[in-house]
């Protein structure tokens, strides 16, 4: 956006007014070329204020539906542990992961807290869609780049289409948005409408993709139901990990999927909306992504994470049983390894109280941490790639449930 700040400086002698038409003649048109471009720049600031407001209203929809999620997910846990008390880590934040001082950088998995997952620590990555300055951070899409929205059958009906502008979810800039919002009469019977998104890649000297990343706008509130891919050979092709249910992924989050190596030429993905608000007396959809990424990530073979439970500060006792420890993917000690330590210091020598290759922890045999003393366990986990794959294990959170004495 331009600068509002006038540029016309008026042409005349200190003691009076203009003395030729032609001073007159410049003067006008300098202030009316003013005005023109002041009045397309409170235009451009009236689209952009319109849009920003769109979006914070359909995310705030959007977070209160996840809040009424997460306490009900609240009130299950309560009832399946009742008697037991339980902490949780997921990783869309990082401040409870710990590594031990000894381990290299280079072996510690990272905590990605845009999709709430840990996988293998990586060694190389490029996009597909664009490429970034590293030392000034500009990102610069690609030039060959298509993104092509189609209007699906049950959009038909409509009163109007704002369609947005594709290439936004493909841009890498977080600040940007794909929104599509597709209004209908207020007591039109459509509940749900869907639209196709075909994303043809640049061509680039490295063919593979093993990573593939949505964050849906509004997040929480947008089913994905397809996401498919062609190859120079091959047409319509489910993207690996992808849920293979009719349905697809319903009222997506932001998601990541790795997967084996695949040589797309086209990615194609489905959208569903299937909710509605009344927006100037018309029934409206909204929906979108506020980004789409597709990229080749090189990985280690194994890496470690280490998450740190504490107990609350209410808590006046200490640590006794672990009754029950849970990983999301579960644990398996191969592709999966689990670590309970007791102290820091076992923490950081790498000498557990338990691994995952013993006996389950149940209520009824649990560790007893109590002789440490202790306000913290120490969980640690190594991910390890499976042979001859080229993609990441992708760890979602840790829970474990536990006595005080």
């Known amino acids: 956006?331009?600068?509002?700040?006038?540029?016309?400086?008026?042409?005349?002698?200190?003691?009076?007014?203009?003395?030729?038409?032609?001073?007159?003649?410049?003067?006008?048109?300098?202030?009316?070329?003013?005005?023109?471009?002041?009045?397309?720049?409170?235009?451009?600031?009236?689209?952009?204020?319109?849009?920003?407001?769109?979006?914070?209203?359909?995310?705030?929809?959007?977070?209160?539906?996840?809040?009424?999620?997460?306490s009900g997910l609240i009130s299950a846990y309560e009832v399946s542990t009742s008697g037991y008390k339980m902490l949780h880590e997921d990783f869309y934040l990082a401040t409870n992961v710990v590594y031990p001082a000894t381990l290299p950088l280079e072996e510690r998995c990272i905590a990605d807290t845009q999709f709430g997952v840990a996988t293998l620590p990586v060694t190389?990555?490029?996009?597909?869609?664009?490429?970034?300055?590293?030392?000034?951070?500009?990102?610069?899409?690609?030039?060959?780049?298509?993104?092509?929205?189609?209007?699906?059958?049950?959009?038909?009906?409509?009163?109007?289409?704002?369609?947005?502008?594709?290439?936004?979810?493909?841009?890498?800039m977080g600040a940007t948005y794909w929104e599509r919002k597709v209004q209908f009469n207020r007591d039109y019977y459509k509940n749900e409408i869907s639209c196709t998104m075909d994303i043809a890649l640049p061509s680039t000297s490295n063919p593979y993709v093993n990573k593939f990343f949505i964050k849906p706008h509004p997040d929480g509130m947008v089913d994905v139901t397809e996401?498919?891919?062609?190859?120079?050979?091959?047409?319509?092709?489910?993207?690996?990990?992808?849920?293979?249910?009719?349905?697809?992924?319903?009222?997506?989050?932001?998601?990541?999927?790795?997967?084996?190596?695949?040589?797309?030429?086209?990615?194609k993905l489905t959208f569903k909306q299937r909710?509605?608000?009344?927006?100037?007396?018309?029934?409206?959809?909204?929906?979108?992504?506020?980004?789409?990424?597709?990229?080749?990530?090189?990985?280690?073979?194994s890496g470690k994470i280490g998450i740190r439970f504490t107990l609350p500060s209410y808590e006046t006792k200490l640590f006794h049983y672990i009754t029950t420890l849970r990983t999301i993917p579960d644990y398996d000690d191969s592709t999966y390894k689990v670590s309970i330590y007791a102290s820091e210091s076992d923490f950081n020598a790498d000498s557990p109280a338990w691994v995952s290759s013993s006996p389950e922890l149940t209520t009824t045999s649990p560790l007893d941490v109590l002789l440490y003393g202790s306000k913290q366990i120490w969980i640690m986990i190594e991910l390890t790639q499976e042979t001859d794959t080229s993609h990441s294990p992708l760890l979602e959170s840790v829970t474990i449930t536990y006595t005080t004495a």
């Open 1 to 70: 956006m331009g600068s509002l700040q006038p540029t016309f400086q008026p042409r005349k002698p200190t003691w009076r007014g203009s003395t030729s038409s032609s001073d007159m003649n410049d003067n006008f048109e300098e202030v009316i070329y003013d005005l023109n471009t002041i009045f397309s720049e409170a235009a451009n600031l009236a689209v952009e204020l319109s849009e920003l407001e769109s979006r914070l209203r359909y995310e705030c929809v959007g977070l209160n539906q996840r809040m009424m999620a997460v």
């Open 227 to 267: 996401v498919k891919y062609d190859t120079l050979t091959t047409q319509d092709n489910r993207l690996p990990e992808f849920p293979t249910a009719v349905e697809g992924e319903r009222d997506l989050r932001n998601r990541m999927y790795s997967f084996n190596n695949i040589q797309p030429t086209k990615i």
């Open 275 to 301: 909710n509605w608000e009344i927006e100037n007396n018309y029934k409206t959809f909204v929906y979108g992504a506020q980004e789409i990424g597709i990229e080749k990530v090189e990985y280690k073979a």
């Open 124 to 172: 190389n990555s490029f996009s597909k869609l664009y490429t970034t300055n590293f030392s000034t951070g500009d990102v610069y899409q690609a030039a060959d780049l298509s993104v092509v929205v189609s209007e699906g059958a049950s959009e038909g009906g409509n009163v109007s289409i704002t369609p947005g502008t594709p290439l936004y979810a493909c841009d890498g």
